[in-house]
């Protein structure tokens, strides 16, 4: 199957600092990915859809000025947490999807483990 | 509201028992459902899809419209399918609301 690849998988930060968190389609193209939330023993919480070219959609809820999210090829989005406070501390997951429609399959990276001290 | 329901978040099983994990859903549209699965230390991935009607791992779901349900199932659980199981609804091409999960321990 297709590989997703997420950078870093664990990343601890200062409050009020801005991490940067990289999603990669290693051997596919990807228009749209997208970007997820998971607090522990809870779903994944859609954050966000990244678009190839153009800007980001945000789903309700989720401030687009604190994530900003960056899809400049086909093969990277990019996840920016900004001015992080401890609350931001979570695992974020992004996921590239193929196929489409009921052959749809999405690849999902390992995941991003931030703390904020 | 588009929802998808997984009302168990723990099932505990003994090796041998079947097994099924509930799914629930609410869309007005005509649903495409699927089932992904994520092993201990491993990443989310996809188990089973309903539109392919195929058996994975020896698992198999029916999408039943009338009750609006996606139930998974395996007659006979092996330790190895210890794991935390989701649901998916696909809205439009690409994007998933996924159920809040199940975790499956299948005792020994």
């Known amino acids: 199957g297709a590989v997703v690849s997420q950078h870093p998988s664990r990343v601890i930060c200062k409050s009020g600092t801005s991490v940067k968190i990289e999603c990669r389609s290693l051997d596919f193209q990807a228009t749209t990915m997208f970007w997820y939330r998971q607090f522990p023993k809870q779903s994944l919480m859609l954050m966000a859809t990244s678009n190839e070219g153009s800007k980001a959609t945000y789903e309700q809820g989720v401030e687009k000025d604190k994530f900003l999210i960056n899809h400049a090829s086909l093969t990277l989005s990019t996840l920016t947490v900004t001015s992080a406070h401890p609350e931001d501390s979570s695992f974020y997951i992004c996921s590239a999807p193929t196929g489409g429609g009921p052959n749809t399959e999405a690849f999902f990276g390992q995941g991003t483990r931030l703390t904020v001290v | 509201a588009q929802r998808v329901t997984q009302p168990e978040k723990l099932l505990s099983v003994f090796k041998g028992a079947p097994v099924e994990l509930k799914c629930n859903y609410s869309y007005s549209g005509s649903p495409e459902l699927f089932w992904y699965v994520q092993y201990s230390r491993q990443r989310l991935q996809l188990l089973l899809r309903?539109?392919s009607r195929e058996s994975i791992k020896g698992f198999t779901a029916d999408l039943n419209k009338g009750e609006t349900s996606f139930h998974l199932k395996k007659p006979f659980a092996q330790e190895e399918d210890s794991a935390m199981y989701y649901c998916?609804?696909?809205?439009?091409?690409?994007?998933?609301?996924f159920g809040t999960g199940t975790r499956l321990k299948v005792l020994a």
């Open positions: 998916a609804l696909l809205l439009g091409t690409y994007k998933y609301i």
């Open positions: 309903h539109i």
